[in-house]
C-alpha cells in the first residue's frame, strides 16, 4: 500500500532544518499502530480513525477525525503533486536542458501539479482494478529506487560528515520529528481500505505492523545514508539525493535518481485519493457527508466521489505550495490517531456502573497531557525558564494518576467472541501514545497550531451545521437502527463493534 509518503522530500528537509530524527516519529507510530491494529481487527470497515471513533466515542468525535484524515489523504494529495510539479520544472530545466518559464506562470500557481491530480482522478474513474496494477507497477520501481538510495548513499560513507550528529540538539530533533512524521503516515490507509481486505481480523493488523516496520528501517536508512554522504549544511532541501550524488562526482547518479523521482512520486499521489474517496463514502453512508458521495454507478464505481475529490484536490494542488501544507497535515493526522487511542481504551475498558467515566476520564487525561506536553516544549526550550519545569513535571504526575484510575476503575470488558490481535498493557500503553503525539504536535509553530485549532473548529462547525440534521444517528436512532433495545443489557458501543463486524462492501 502506501509508506513513507514523501519520505526523500522530508528526510533532505529534516536533515538540512533539524537533525536527524528518523526514531522519534518512529517510535510514535510504533505506539499508535499497535492501536489501530487491534482496533482494525475489531472494526474491519471502511473509514478507519473516522469509523473506530464512531463506534467507541460518537459522531462529534468521528467527524473530526473525519475531516483530519481528509487532511491526511486529499489534501496531502495535493501537497505531493505540488512537490513533484516543482521537481518536474527543475529536471525540464536543468537534466534535460529546457526553458520551463512557461511552467511557470507566477503567483504561486504550479499547472503541472494540476495536471498530475487530474491524471491519478482519472486512473481511479477508470476503477479500482486499474489503479491497483498502476499502483503496484510503480510500487515495485520505487522500492527499487530507495535501495539504489541507500546503497549507493552508504557507499560514499564519509565519517566526518556526521560531526556533529544532533547539530540543533533535542529541541531540534523533536521539531524534524513533526516534520518527518509525514513521512511515516501512511499505514492506515490499510485500515481506510479494510472493507476490501480478505480475512481483515487476521491480515490487516499484519499490514499495518508490517507498513510500520518497514517505513521506519527505510527512513532510518535513507536519512544515514544521506546525512553520510554529504555534509548536512550542504544538502539540498528541494533535492536531497540527487544533488548528494552530483556534489560526490557520480553525475550519471545523479540523473538516474531525479528521473527516478520523477517517474514514481505520482504513486504517492494516486493512492493518496484512493483512501479519501473511501472516507467519504463511510461518512455519506452515516449522514455526515452529502448523500452525492455514496452513490454507486452502474459500474460499481463511486463515480461523483472520485470526481468531486479529484476537483477539489486539483484546485489546491494548483493554488497552494507544498510548505503550507505539511505541518497541518501532520498535526492533522496526529489529532486522528489520538482519537483512535482513546477509542481503543474505551472499547477495552468499561466502568461498572457508569458507562460513559471511561470516556470522561480519557477526555481528561488528553486535556492534561496537551497542556504538560506544550509547557515541557517550551520550557525545555529555555533555560533560563527551568525553574518552571515543577509545572508540567506536575502536570505529567497528573496525567498519570489519571491513568491509573482508569486501570483500577474500569475493568476490561469481556468479550470471549473477540480472537483477533490484542494490545497489551492497556490503558498505559495508548496512553504513552497519547502523550507522545500531543508532544510532536507542539513541536508546531504557532501559526500551524493555530491553523489546526482553526481546522478543527471548522470540523466541528461541519457537525453542528450539516451532521446534526441529516446524520442516521440523529435520524433513526443507533440503537433503533441496530435494533438494540435496552432490556437486552447491551451497550451502545458493543451494538454498534458487532454491526461493524456484520458490514458488508456495498460497492
Known sequence: MRGGRGKRELTAVCCVSFSHPCFAPGFGCVLSGMNYAEMSSRVPSAGSSYAYTYVALGELPAVVAGWCLTLEYGISASAIARSWGDKMINWITTDLDLDGKGLRPGHGVNPLAAAMVMTCTGILLGGVGVGKNVTNF?????????????????????????????????????????????GYIGYDTVCCLGMEAKNPSRNLPLAVGGSIVGVTVLQCLAAFALVSMQPFEDIDVDSGFPEAFGSNGLVWAQHLVATGEIITLPLVVLVSLLP????????????????????????????????????????????????????????????????????????????????????????LYCFISFVAALMWRYLLDNESLYPYLIFPCGLTAAAFLVVRHIAKTCPEVEDSSYAGFRVPFVPWLPALGI??????????????????????????????????????????????????????GESMTTGLLENAKQEEPSF
Open 276 to 363: 479519501q474517496v473511501r472516507l467519504q463514502f463511510a461518512m455519506a453512508e452515516d449522514g455526515l457527508m452529502p448523500a452525492i458521495l455514496s452513490k454507486v454507478d452502474e459500474h460499481g464505481n463511486l463515480f461523483m466521489n472520485i470526481f468531486i475529490s479529484g476537483t477539489i484536490a486539483t484546485l489546491i494542488a494548483l493554488f497552494v505550495p507544498f510548505l503550507y501544507l505539511d505541518s497541518m497535515i501532520s498535526a492533522g493526522v496526529l489529532i486522528a490517531f489520538n482519537l483512535t487511542n482513546i477509542s481503543l481504551v474505551v472499547v477495552r475498558r468499561e466502568h461498572p456502573f457508569r458507562e460513559n467515566m471511561c470516556v470522561s476520564l480519557m477526555s
Open 138 to 182: 510503480f510500487t515495485g520501481l520505487k522500492m527499487l529506487l530507495v535501495a539504489f538510495m541507500i546503497i549507493g548513499g552508504l557507499s560514499l560513507f564519509d565519517a566526518d560528515n556526521l560531526t556533529p550528529f544532533a547539530p540543533n540538539g533535542f529541541p531540534g530533533i523533536m521539531r524534524g520529528a513533526t516534520s518527518a512524521f509525514f
Open 435 to 488: 502523550f507522545v503525539n500531543w508532544y510532536l504536535v507542539v513541536q508546531l509553530e504557532w501559526y500551524s497550531l493555530l491553523m489546526i485549532i482553526g481546522y478543527v473548529v471548522f470540523a466541528c462547525s461541519w457537525y453542528i451545521l450539516f451532521g446534526v440534521k441529516y446524520s442516521i444517528g440523529n435520524a433513526n436512532g443507533w440503537a433503533k437502527r441496530l435494533e438494540i433495545s435496552e432490556t437486552q
